[in-house]
C-alpha cells in the first residue's frame, strides 16, 4: 500500500516515517516538510540515515492507500477535503477530530473549521473502538496523556468502579512532548533534570478523557528528564472500595485479549511497577495498580511511550484494523533492556 | 562549637560534614564510619577533598556541644542515653524521634528501645515549631517527603482549607533517597530515566503528615531522574473552593517572615511553579499553587533538595535555632542556574 | 534452529533473548541463569514481558543448533568442551577465545584453561573475518571498545595509512559496560552525570586493536552519562597527511557493502557525526571522520551500541555469517529518534 | 564595591550575580539584559529569586569599581573605552582580549576593532599571571575547555615535560557552554545522552592554550550529558618519558600553594581521578594523571566547571587578585556530593 506521511521532519512524523518504512504492508512513498524539502529523511532522523527517500513539499501530494497526518493542530480540519480525497484512509495526528462533537471542540479549542467532517472521524485506540474502525477513513490518533490515562482507567470504568468516584491524575511526560526545535524552556541546560509542572490545571486532555471514559477527572501533567514516556498515575477513590480480586479481575476482563496492554504485578524484583522506560520504542501500554485499604484508594499505573502507544503506534495500530491488516504489522518491537532515558 | 557526625559516610552525613565544616560556628571535630575508620573524608565525599579530618570509630565519641546523627532508623534509638550524655543537642536525622507516641511509632515501625525520650523529641521543621526548638535538646529531623508536603500543605492547614478536604500527594524524589551504596535497583542502567513507583501505598511518612497537619493524605512517591531533590504536587480538594486571592493570603501569612521558604509565582519565563533542580544544594523550599476551578482542586507545589531541607539543612537549621544563633548560618548557599539534574 | 542463551539473566544475555526470540530464522529454547532460575525471564527482563519462557539451571542444557555464552571472563574456556558437544555453533561473548594465541591471551589476562581451543576461535566481526566465519563452529565475539575502535581505524590500516601512524583512542563508555548489579561505583547518584576516567592505561581491550589492525594505540576509556553506547575518537597523526578525498576512498572503499557500517558525513544538521545514541538498540556502527590540516591529524569517530554491535548483536550478525542464512536477519531495527539517553 | 555585570540575562551572567551577590566585598549594583530590562534577576535565574535587582538596560550603566562583561564575542572591543571610563576595573569573559596579539586574534577570529587596549588585557588565570594581574585593569577570562587543558598540562609545560612532546587533548563538555536560548541542536531531545563531536578539528581554544604554554594541540571536544563542566584528557607523548615520581613533583611543585587546585591520586573508592561533577559549582579544578609506560604515554586529567574556574569563577579570582583582597573571597563553595550531572 502506498502510504504518505505529512509534517515528516517532525518527532512524531518521523516516527511514522520509522514505522511505515519498515511495515509488511506498507510502502512509505511520500514524507513531506515544507523545511527541509529535497533533503534527506536521514539528514533529519539520523536512525534513518539508510532510507533512501527525500523529503517532499506539502503542496506536491499524490494519490495514496493512506496518509498519516503529524502537523499541528488546526492544519488537518483545513486541509480535510484535500486529504480524504487523496487518500482513502486519512490518520490524524492533531486534536482536530478527536472530539465528537463540534460544542465539545470549541469548549476546549478554538473554532473548528471543517465541522462537517467532525462525526466521520473515529478515536484511534482499539482497545475502545476496534470495531468502529474496522473501515474507517478518518481516525484521530489520541493525545499522549489522554492515551495513558484511558488506558489505566478503563478496567474500572466498565466494572463501574469509577462511577461516582473521585479522580485525580498525576502525568509524567518527557521531553519529546514539546516537539522539536523548541525555545528556551526545553533547552537541554533548562530542561535536564526537572521536576516541573506543566498545564496544571485545564489540560486539554481532560477532554478526551470524560468523552472516553464518561469521568471528570483533575488532571496535571509534569515535564521529567526523559525523552520519550508518558506515565499516568491516577489515584481514585470510589465510592465503594474494591477488593485486589476484584481489581484484577477487572484489568484481566479488560486486557486479555489485547496485544498491546500488558498487565504488571511484579511480586518483586526492580520492575515491579508500569514503568515508561520498560515500553520505550514500543506500542505497548504497561498498567497495574495497587490498593491503599487505608485511605480508601486505588492506585493505576499506566505507562506508555509517548511517541508510539502516545501517538505513531497509535495510529498505525488503529489504520491496521482500519484496513483490515495484521493489528501487530509494523508494531512487533519489544523494547530494550536496559536502557537509560529514552 | 565542638560538632560531631555520627554515620559521616552516608549521603547524609556527608552533606551534614559539608555544612558543618563551613558553618560559621561550628567545628567539625568528629565524623565516625565504622567502614571507613581512618580514612580522609575527602576519600568518600569528593566535594570535601580539601577537609583535613579522617572517620573515626563511632565507639570513640568524646564531649561534643552538638551530635547530629546520621544513621539507619534504630541505631538513634539503642544509643540516646549514650549520644544525649556526650552532647548537650543531638539532632536525630532517622525516624526514631519524630513521632509524638509510642503508639504512633509503633503503629508505622516496629518497637520502640527508647520510648522514654519520645517526648522529649522536637520535630525540626523551625517553619512548624521555632518556639519548642528554642533551648530543646533533642531534635528529630523529619522526613524529605514529609517535608516537602507539610511545607506545601501548613498555609492551607493554617486556614482552614484543609478541614474536610481530600488530599492526594503525588511525590517525585531523586536517587540519593536511597542512600550509598545501593543494590541492584539503584544501580545506574536500571535506574536512569526512571518514573517507577516507589511506595505506592503505606508509605510511612504519612505518619508524619498526619501528626504536624492533622490530615490523612493519600500518598505516592515516584522516582526519576535526578539525584537530588524531591517534589510534592498536592491536589486538594476543599469543602469550599477558595479564591486565588484567599490563596495568596494563606500562603504569605504563613511564610512571609520564613527565611527558608520561597512562594513561587512566575508570570512568564522557565521557572513559573517550584521545581527541586532550583533549590538543590539549598535550604529553600519553593512553593506554589494553582487554582483548577473547573475540578474544584487547588494544586500545591513544593520543591526541596531531599538531602538540605529534607535532612541535614533542616537539621543544622533547627540547631541554630536550638543554640539561639542566627537561623541561616552556614546555609546561605542559593543554588545554581543553569543546573541539570543534581 | 533451537538456540540457547547461557547467561540470560546479564544484559547481555537479556540482549540475546530479545535477539534470539525476535529472529526469523532462531528459536529460543533455553535462557541459563543460576540466580533466577525458575523465574520468568521477563521478571528480570521487563522488554521481554510477553515471552513464555523461564530461565533454567545452566547444568541442565540440551542439544542445542548454536549456543550463546555470555558468560563472565574464563566460564567458557571451563566448559568450552562440553558447550561445543552440546551444540554445533558455539558463539561466546568473553575474551576467552578473541586472541589468536595462548601467548597473547597470558600477557593481558590469567593463564588459559583450554588452550587447544583457541585456534579454532574466530572474531566475530564480519567485516573483518566474514570469509573465516562462513561454517565457523567457535566464535568469539569482540570487546565493545575494541569493536568501536577497530571499525573505525579499519580503513586507514586498509588504505596503509596507518603504518608508522601515531594513534590515541579516547573511549566514551555507557553504564551498562559494567554488568548487572554493579556496586557503589555504579550507583545512580555516583554514576550519573559522570565524565569518569576508566580504565585510562592499560586497557585489555588494546591486545583486540592490535592483533586485529597491527598498530599499537594509546587506549583511555571514560564512562559518560549513558546507559548504551560507546564511541571512539580516535585522533591519528599519519607519517603523511592524506587529503580528505583519500580518506574518503578508504573508508568507502571499506565499507560499501557492509549492511552495518554507516558512513557519516552531515553537511548540517544536528547530527553531522557518528553519535551512539542514534545507533542505540542497532547493529549499527556509524563512522565518520574529520581532518586537521593544522595539526596533521586525521580524527576519526566510531559509535555503537556496546550491548549490540559491541556484543550481542555482533554475535548473532556472525551466528548468521557462520550458518549461511541471511546477514540482516534478527537485526533490522532502525533506532529511535529522538532518543534521550539509551 | 559597587560591581556591574554587562550580560546578566545570560548563563555566565547570571553565574557572575551569584558570585557577585555573596561576595563579601562586593555589592552588586547593575545587572544588564536588553531584553529583561526591568524585569527582576530571578525571574531569569531561578536562583537568585531572593535577589532585590532589576535588570537594567545595557546603555545606563553609572560609575562603579568593577565591571564583569559577559557578553558575546565582539561587544566588549567595541565599548571598550566606555566601559574601562565607568569602571576602575574590567573584566571581560568573551574572547576579545585573551590573545596577546591583534595577529594572533586576526588569525583564529575576526578583525579587532580595538587593538590599542589588546596589551593592556592580562589573561585571568591567577596560577599563570597572579603578578601580572596585582593592579590590572582590563581581564580576559579565559575559555572554558582552554583553562582545563591549559591547568592541566601547565605542570609538565614547567618540568620541561612538554618540550617537543605529541599532545592530543580530547574535551568533554556540558550544555550550558552553549548559552542559553539554544536552538535545534541543545534542544533537550537532541542534546540528550549525546556524546557529539563538537568543534573537532581547528577549535579557537587551541590559540589560548598555545598562547599560555607553548605547545601546539590536537584538539577535539565533545558535547556530553551534563548541563555544567568541562573535563581535559591530554594525551601526552614526551621525548623522554618521565617516571611516576617526577610527574608527582611536577604537579606539586605548580599547584602546592594554589588554593583552587586540588591534586586527585585516589588509591580507591570511586573518586580516583578528577571528575567535573565533584567540582560542580565551585571554583576548583581537579587534575590528576596516570603514567601509560607500555605506550610511553602520559595521560592528565583536568577537571573543571566551565561556568565557575572556566569563566565566571575564573573572573571574580582574578579580579579578587587584581584588588589586592582575599583570593579566595566569594569562592568559598564546596560542592556537592552525591551530585547528579550538574
Given at each position: 500500500m502506498k502510504v504518505g506521511v505529512v509534517g515528516a521532519s517532525g518527532f512524531t512524523g518521523g516516527e511514522l516515517c520509522r514505522l511505515v518504512s519498515a511495515h509488511p504492508e506498507f510502502d512509505l512513498v511520500t514524507a513531506t516538510s515544507r523545511e527541509y524539502a529535497n533533503k534527506t529523511v536521514g539528514s533529519v532522523h539520523p536512525n534513518l540515515r539508510g532510507l533512501d527517500l527525500r523529503f517532499s513539499h506539502p503542496d506536491d501530494l499524490d494519490d495514496l492507500d493512506v496518509l498519516f497526518v503529524a502537523a499541528p493542530h488546526g492544519v488537518t480540519m483545513e486541509h480535510v477535503e484535500e486529504y480524504r480525497d487523496i487518500a482513502d484512509l486519512v490518520v490524524d495526528l492533531s486534536a482536530d477530530f478527536r472530539l465528537d462533537s463540534e460544542e465539545q471542540y470549541d469548549e476546549w479549542y478554538d473554532g473548528h473549521s471543517a465541522p462537517d467532517h467532525i462525526p466521520d472521524g473515529v478515536y484511534a485506540l482499539p482497545e475502545l473502538h476496534r470495531e468502529e474502525l474496522a473501515g474507517a477513513n478518518l481516525i484521530a490518533s489520541g493525545g499522549c496523556n489522554a492515551t495513558a490515562t484511558i488506558l489505566g482507567l478503563k478496567p474500572l470504568a466498565d466494572a463501574g468502579i469509577l462511577d461516582g468516584a473521585d479522580v485525580t491524575v498525576d502525568v509524567k511526560v518527557g521531553?519529546?512532548?514539546?516537539?522539536?526545535?523548541?525555545g528556551a524552556a526545553s533547552s537541554h541546560p533548562e530542561r535536564s533534570g526537572v521536576v516541573r509542572p506543566y498545564a496544571p490545571t485545564g489540560h486539554r486532555h481532560e477532554a478526551e478523557i470524560e468523552q472516553e471514559l464518561g469521568v471528570q477527572v483533575g488532571f496535571t501533567a509534569h515535564a521529567v528528564d526523559m525523552t520519550r514516556g508518558a506515565a499516568a498515575t491516577c489515584h481514585v477513590y470510589p465510592e465503594e472500595v474494591p477488593g485486589t480480586g476484584d481489581l484484577w479481575q477487572a484489568f484481566r476482563e479488560c486486557y486479555e485479549d489485547e496485544p498491546f496492554v500488558r498487565l504488571v504485578a511484579g511480586s518483586?524484583?526492580?520492575?515491579r511497577y508500569p514503568e515508561p522506560k520498560a515500553v520505550a520504542g514500543t506500542n505497548y501500554a504497561d498498567v497495574g495498580f495497587e490498593l491503599d485499604e487505608r485511605n480508601g484508594r486505588v492506585v493505576v499505573f499506566s505507562a506508555i511511550d509517548n511517541m508510539m502507544k502516545g501517538s505513531a503506534g497509535q495510529a498505525v495500530h488503529a489504520a491496521n484494523v482500519a484496513l483490515g491488516i495484521d493489528e501487530q504489522a509494523g508494531l512487533e518491537f519489544d523494547g530494550l533492556h536496559p536502557v537509560g532515558a529514552p
Open positions: 521531553s519529546s512532548e514539546g516537539g522539536a526545535g523548541g518483586g524484583g526492580v520492575y
